[in-house]
């Protein structure tokens, strides 16, 4: 079985631009969730959604973060446009259940410059 | 809001020695989960606690939910080079953000051979 794919691994922008992260979480889990680690920091949740649609999204730091799971398949986050504090690594993960154990992604670096 | 602490933030242990880390969770929690994060890795999960003052093992862990099920600790025992890594405590709670995970800072753990 496939795990949570994340891309791209890495990505350096400068101030200003747009990024779009891609997670393509474990086929057949409804829930699907990003979170976002700030060096040294917890890691913090952002959004959350069962298939398409968002069932939690009061992490999401200000309207600069959109997030979208077209068809309730794989999700696109995309900041626009990027602030130095978004740098971070931003990791998607996915469950079966509310309930149930996460499984992560890999994680994508971003690092705004 | 709702926090998750977590002590201690690094831990250098000799290999063999034990180790503990606690979570305190400023209010009530569903559940809680623990995730470790190997160096340059993601999230994996350990093992997920429901019940009041439950008590769980997985060979040389221990894991521990408290009885107000507001804190709980992973103890290992006889450390290895092997268990190195970052250890996370995560907590659920009841309502429509069941799904999201309140991380703690984690503990990185160093094991000296």
């Known amino acids: 079985e496939a795990g949570v794919t994340q891309f791209p691994s890495h990505s350096v922008i400068e101030k200003g631009q747009t990024v779009t992260l891609r997670c393509d979480p474990i086929s057949g889990h409804d829930n699907l969730y990003w979170y976002r680690r700030v060096m040294g920091k917890e890691i913090k949740f952002l959004l959350h959604?069962?298939?398409?649609?968002?069932?939690?999204e009061s992490g999401m730091p200000n309207n600069r973060f959109l997030a979208e799971r077209t068809g309730g398949t794989y999700s696109t986050l995309k900041v626009q446009p990027a602030e130095l504090e978004d740098s971070g690594v931003y990791f998607c993960?996915?469950?079966?259940?509310?309930?149930?154990?996460?499984?992560f992604g890999p994680g994508t670096r971003l690092t705004v410059l | 809001g709702q926090q998750v602490m977590q002590i201690p933030q690094y831990q250098h242990v000799q290999e063999g020695e034990d180790f503990t880390t606690y979570c305190n969770s400023s209010t009530t929690l569903s559940n809680i989960q623990w995730y470790k994060q190997r160096p340059g890795g993601h999230p994996v999960f350990l093992i997920q606690l429901v019940k009041s003052g439950e008590v769980k093992k997985q060979k040389r862990l221990t894991f521990q939910f408290g009885e107000a099920k507001k804190n709980s600790s992973l103890h290992i025992t006889a450390t290895q080079t092997t268990d190195v890594g970052t250890y996370f405590c995560?907590?659920?709670?009841?309502?429509?953000?069941?799904?999201?995970?309140?991380f703690g800072r984690g503990t990185q753990l160093t094991v000296w051979p």
């Open positions: 993960a996915s469950s079966q259940a509310w309930t149930t154990e996460q499984f």
């Open positions: 959604f069962v298939k398409e649609s968002k069932q939690d």
């Open positions: 995560a907590g659920q709670n009841r309502g429509s953000t069941l799904g999201r995970l309140y």
